[in-house]
């Protein structure tokens, strides 16, 4: 009667731990887990199983066996795969007098922390190569120049013209990074700005249109006679736009046109059924791959590296127009069709600004 009341007394506290967890007995079979550890194992994890057959994962087992042994904590990692996705947990196998001696196997679920520092070493490794690609070509050119070329006037002027435009990608490389990060610091901070957006669309506009000109691309606008407005970040809503029309100039091809529009819209689902102000930026150029749209926002994600860079885009424009946007509490939706051009839409909500 003793053994069967410990036996319900265990399976109560396991149930009540918010992280899968299994115990194994002196014998080295199932004792105990939790709903959350059957989940995480499966059905063959059935009471009285042998924790090998259970577990399965070599340096797991070698951890519990570790325990049995020497009754010390000894540490490992489970992998697991479900839906395309890699899970990854840190796993805790103390040792316990409960039930002969066995061990509490604990599983601690660290995929965010693995997919945080995968991306901090992609990030890294991107920048590195974004910056040591100019940075080449600048030295070589300064070599260059202080030997062979020293006395060449025309080389010289070609080469100081090719270096200038290499320092000036970096340094555009170096300003978005720091948009980036300041972004991302502020992401939680309040919006206390009442903003116009037609008036913000217009300043943008009339900013771009040097720019259009050079390629003779149209800008159309279709405004409402009555500006709408948000609690918003003027100067981040202005990078935001910048960056859409921008690239809609570049991308959308030479002799090309550009829409801008702008409207309001009710009662939408994505922001909880609140009233929202919706702007769209569209081009009518080639158009974006639907199998690229997912990545777009994604830092130095490309669809085409080389026009990116003839261009001067440094790959992390969009990944910014997301974070300010989702600071925003907005959403940013990609649509394009091969040939037909691609719209950026970003719809915002209006709350109390209206």
């Known amino acids: ?132 690609t100019p940075l080449t070509s600048l030295m070589g050119f300064i070599e260059t120049l202080q030997g062979p070329a020293k006395d060449d006037a025309g080389a010289r002027m070609q080469f100081l013209e090719i270096m200038s435009s290499e320092a000036a990608r970096m340094e555009r490389l170096v300003s978005d990074l720091l948009s980036l990060s300041r972004v991302e610091a502020e992401e939680r901070l309040p919006l206390r700005d009442k903003v116009a957006i037609g008036a913000l669309l217009t300043s943008v506009i009339n900013s771009l249109v040097p720019r259009a000109s050079e390629t003779t691309v149209e800008i159309i606008t279709e405004l409402p006679e009555h500006d709408l407005s948000v609690r918003a970040e003027a100067d981040q809503l202005r990078q935001v736009f910048t960056n859409l029309i921008e690239n809609a100039i570049k991308y959308g091809g030479a002799g090309g046109k550009v829409l801008v529009s702008l409207s309001a819209v009710e009662g939408q689902p994505a922001l909880r059924g609140q009233p929202g102000v919706l702007v769209k930026v569209k081009d009518f150029g080639a158009g974006i791959d639907p199998l690229h749209i997912p990545r777009l926002t994604e830092r130095f994600y490309r669809v085409d590296s080389h026009r990116s860079r003839q261009v001067g885009g440094t790959g992390l424009g969009l990944a910014i127009v997301k974070h300010i946007v989702q600071r925003h509490r907005g959403r940013l939706r990609i649509d394009s069709d091969l040939g037909k051009g691609a719209e950026f839409s970003v719809l915002l909500p209006r709350g109390d600004a209206v």
Not at 34 to 48: I, R
Not at 71 to 97: I, M, Q, W
């Open 1 to 132: 009667m003793s053994d069967t009341f410990s036996n319900q007394n265990i399976a109560m506290l396991l149930a009540a731990l918010p992280i899968p967890v299994l115990l194994v007995g002196g014998d080295g079979r199932v004792a105990a887990t939790n709903a959350m550890g059957q989940a995480l194992l499966g059905s063959g994890a059935a009471l009285g199983q042998p924790y090998v057959s259970v577990l399965r994962q070599p340096a797991l087992v070698e951890a519990v066996e570790a325990t049995i042994k020497d009754k010390t904590l000894h540490k490992a990692r489970f992998l697991v795969h479900s839906d395309g996705k890699e899970g990854v947990y840190e796993v805790h196998c103390n040792p316990t007098n409960a039930l002969n001696d066995g061990v509490l196997v604990s599983f601690l679920d660290i995929s965010d922390r693995e997919q945080a520092s995968q991306m901090r070493r992609d990030f890294v490794a991107n920048v590195s190569h974004e910056l040591r």
